[in-house]
């Protein structure tokens, strides 16, 4: 495997657990929760250099599920910018000799943008997944087809889903995304494992349906482009 393409892997499971981690605010004091964040934005930096020319093939997308992903990444990148500018306007110590002063209006929108960040992340990496498992299997020289392996993992996977549809009631989601107000809040002194359990299994089920949906999208593309072209059509009747 091309070890340049290993190192972007790891750098951005890194990246994902940074935002995970960064999500326990209340667990973690303010410092580590800003050092963390600024750790992931450097992360995301990273990212983009090494995905730079990603840019340059927007505007040859013309298959609707490549259009779709565009418009996916795109909404990302304006969540981590808008995750990123309210960082600095309410850091208290990373940026804080900038005295921005942002407030609690500001504070919201970092919450609201940090979980449509970790939903559209996991998004992105349910579109790429398909990447992922080549990767694995380079890394662990796996070869050959095994029905058995295959069914399995898609078991563990919809299981992974399941689990996270169940946490999304449990960590209330719904009203996190529509950026609703709500007391409730995680008792880290019960169960922190628990906490980053929750979002995990969250995180996998967007990763599922985005793998699958992406699969459904690209098989139907391909039937399409098959069929022959009936005969009245060919003759531009």
Known sequence: MNKTFLLR????????????????????????HELIGTGLFLLLMVHNVFNRRWYGAIARARAPHRLADVVLTLCLLAAMGVLLITSVM??????????????????????FAAYWSLALVSIHIGLRWQRVMHAMR????????SALRTAALRL????????????????????????????DGWDFEASAP???LNWAAIAGLYMFVAHYAMGAAQALQRRTAAAPARPGMEEGA
């Open 156 to 183: 563990v996977a919809a299981a992974i889903a399941g689990c996270g549809l169940q946490s999304s009631f449990v960590m209330g989601v719904g009203s996190k995304l529509a950026l609703q107000m709500s007391l």
């Open 9 to 32: 892997l790891v750098l951005d499971a890194i990246g994902a657990g940074l935002l995970l981690a960064a999500l326990a605010y209340y667990w973690l004091d303010n410092t580590a």
């Open 194 to 196: 628990g906490f980053f």
């Open 90 to 111: 309410i850091s208290r110590t990373v940026f804080s000799f900038l005295q921005l002063g942002g407030g609690f209006s500001a504070r919201q929108v970092h919450l």
């Open 138 to 145: 380079n890394i662990f020289h796996i070869t050959g087809q």
